[in-house]
């Protein structure tokens, strides 16, 4: 019997990128890639052997999509960013067994998932950046779409429940990473490079509630979240829309999860946006 060994909700920013590389950015994210590795040592003492990725960077319009491939290799230049993310190999093994798994117990119960094995299909950046700084090696990963643009946090909630059964059924032990920002309004363009945007939220009404929850979160108190999740996905343009955090919360057990969440570093702006690692255990 598998099961979801941690889960964590993690950054994904490309200046993690910039901060390994010579330039006045180096060092610059050295806390948050900390973190990353932190979350992988821990997943790894803990037995995991599969990474299951909720990726905000891969968009979909219609149902939900499930990258499955059995191989993942490449070289990735971001069209968002091209200036910050070029020509980043990869190569890690997938898992189209539990991919299928996972599309077929979302589908059953009324949310239709389809589980891709296409060579062409390539991994988003929501996927590739954690992956590159945990450094999975052996261990095979599935990736999720969750920048849903025309569907509802219920619906994926239902779909993180449908990743714990079909995990539940398999002999897997997951490292579970929702991929995405806290609070996402990125700085106006005009206004980026005078509010030294690389380092700075936009808005500071965004700062607070990002606050609020990672307090909500580290108290425990799962419930009064997950009440106020719509509204401050919306109000704090969640990346995705933070389907990410609905299908990570529905795979934990949505408002009768008791855990704690337990920040790793330091929340952070970013581009205008808010970031941290932060790990859920699993019960």
Same mark, same amino acid.
Request: hydrophobic share 40%; net charge negative; aromatic share 8%.
């Given at each position: 019997m598998g099961e979801i060994v941690l889960a964590a909700k993690v950054t994904h920013v490309p200046t993690m990128l910039l901060s390994e590389?010579?330039?006045k950015l180096q060092g610059c994210r050295q806390q948050a890639i900390d973190g990353h590795r932190e979350i992988m040592r821990r997943a790894r003492e803990m037995g995991a052997d599969t990474v299951v990725v909720l990726d905000t960077h891969w968009l979909i319009n219609a149902g939900?999509?499930?990258n499955s491939n059995p191989v993942f290799k490449g070289k990735f230049t971001s069209h968002e960013f091209p200036h910050f993310i070029q020509n980043l190999e990869y190569e890690y093994k997938g898992n189209p067994a539990l991919g299928d798994a996972i599309a077929a117990k979302a589908t059953e119960k009324g949310v239709f998932t389809l589980s891709h094995q296409v060579e062409t299909l390539d991994l988003e950046y929501g996927t590739l950046v954690p992956m590159h700084f945990m450094e999975p090696g052996d261990m095979p990963i599935v990736s999720? *779409? *969750?920048?849903c643009t025309v569907h509802n946090l219920q619906d994926s909630r239902k779909l993180g429940e449908a990743i714990a059964e079909a995990v539940k059924e398999s002999?897997?032990?997951v490292l579970l990473l929702a991929s995405g920002s806290l609070s996402h309004k990125i700085w106006e363009n005009e206004l980026y490079e005078a509010n030294n945007g690389t380092f700075t939220i936009s808005r500071e009404f965004n700062r607070q509630v990002d606050l609020r929850? &990672?307090? &909500?979160?580290?108290?425990g108190e799962i419930d009064t979240f997950l009440k106020m999740l719509p509204e401050y996905a919306q109000h704090c343009s969640g990346e995705g829309g933070m389907h990410d955090t609905a299908m990570l919360f529905g795979a934990l057990g949505w408002d009768k999860y008791t855990g704690k969440g337990? &920040?790793?570093g330091e929340y952070f702006p970013s581009s205008g946006t808010g970031q941290a690692n932060v790990i859920f255990p699993v019960q």
């Amino acid at each position: 019997m598998g099961e979801i060994v941690l889960a964590a909700k993690v950054t994904h920013v490309p200046t993690m990128l910039l901060s390994e590389q010579p330039g006045k950015l180096q060092g610059c994210r050295q806390q948050a890639i900390d973190g990353h590795r932190e979350i992988m040592r821990r997943a790894r003492e803990m037995g995991a052997d599969t990474v299951v990725v909720l990726d905000t960077h891969w968009l979909i319009n219609a149902g939900y999509h499930i990258n499955s491939n059995p191989v993942f290799k490449g070289k990735f230049t971001s069209h968002e960013f091209p200036h910050f993310i070029q020509n980043l190999e990869y190569e890690y093994k997938g898992n189209p067994a539990l991919g299928d798994a996972i599309a077929a117990k979302a589908t059953e119960k009324g949310v239709f998932t389809l589980s891709h094995q296409v060579e062409t299909l390539d991994l988003e950046y929501g996927t590739l950046v954690p992956m590159h700084f945990m450094e999975p090696g052996d261990m095979p990963i599935v990736s999720v *779409a *969750a920048f849903c643009t025309v569907h509802n946090l219920q619906d994926s909630r239902k779909l993180g429940e449908a990743i714990a059964e079909a995990v539940k059924e398999s002999d897997c032990k997951v490292l579970l990473l929702a991929s995405g920002s806290l609070s996402h309004k990125i700085w106006e363009n005009e206004l980026y490079e005078a509010n030294n945007g690389t380092f700075t939220i936009s808005r500071e009404f965004n700062r607070q509630v990002d606050l609020r929850v &990672l307090e &909500l979160w580290q108290n425990g108190e799962i419930d009064t979240f997950l009440k106020m999740l719509p509204e401050y996905a919306q109000h704090c343009s969640g990346e995705g829309g933070m389907h990410d955090t609905a299908m990570l919360f529905g795979a934990l057990g949505w408002d009768k999860y008791t855990g704690k969440g337990e &920040l790793i570093g330091e929340y952070f702006p970013s581009s205008g946006t808010g970031q941290a690692n932060v790990i859920f255990p699993v019960q």
